[in-house]
């Protein structure tokens, strides 16, 4: 009965995760750019089973297989399926179509990933994302701006008809193991290997990419996590309710 109580808990704890990570997913439904997250769960503490059989009048334990006794979230990994890009007519509206990514620097000199493409120009003619870091183009420098810009499926930069730079897009040998850091952006890891310029990205300027959840699919999927839940949580009432019989009345027999 001490373990039903244990795998009853463990089963909420994984519902939890599911229901806080497609939560996640649900309140970025209109946040340009994102990747929804999926996670695995890993098994733990299996057990040999085993069936009584009888040969030459002798018992012997035969082994049939194993019982997985527990499960835990393992890990959370960006999926990174291509979003819909919507036209909006923004001169500095941006979106990539296939595996590549933006790269934006912060005032403090640190780089960072993205696929949110929806930009504007601040008051040092600066290219800037919606937080107001700083775009770049593939000689690793701040893209600037005296007039309008015009750029090209491959991310060529031209202003008044002269090419000045190409925008820096970048993949990963790994791209599924990045690591989210906030405001929609993505840090190399050991395991996502080092950034490698892109040239089969296609760039669409005057739109950007959605987020890449269904938020139909992700409203099934939470309520299907939140019904497990609950029966999880019956599995450990009535396990408490066997545990109270067993001690407070069998006992007394």
Known sequence: ????????????????????????NLANVDTAGFKKDSLTFS????KEIFRNQTENHRQKLVPIGTLDSGVVLDESRPYF??????MTGNEYDFAITGDG????ETADGNTYYTRNGQWHRDGDDFLVDSVGNYVLNNAGERITIEDGIRVDRDGSLYENGVLTGRIDLVTFPNPERLR???N???VQTAFSGEAEESFSSVVIQGG???ANVNAVEEMVN???????????????????QLLDAAVNRVGKV
């Open 1 to 24: 009965m001490i373990r039903g109580i244990y795998t009853g808990a463990m089963g909420m704890l994984a519902e939890e995760a599911r229901v806080n990570n497609i939560s996640n």
């Open 180 to 182: 989210k850091v906030g």
């Open 184 to 186: 929609n952006y993505f």
């Open 101 to 104: 990514f933006f790269s934006v």
């Open 208 to 210: 950007f990419e959605r």
């Open 43 to 46: 098994t733990y503490l299996k």
């Open 222 to 240: 939470l309520i299907n996590a939140q019904r497990h839940f609950e029966i999880a949580q019956r599995i450990i009432t009535t396990e408490d």
């Open 81 to 86: 399926k291509q979003g819909a890009v919507e």
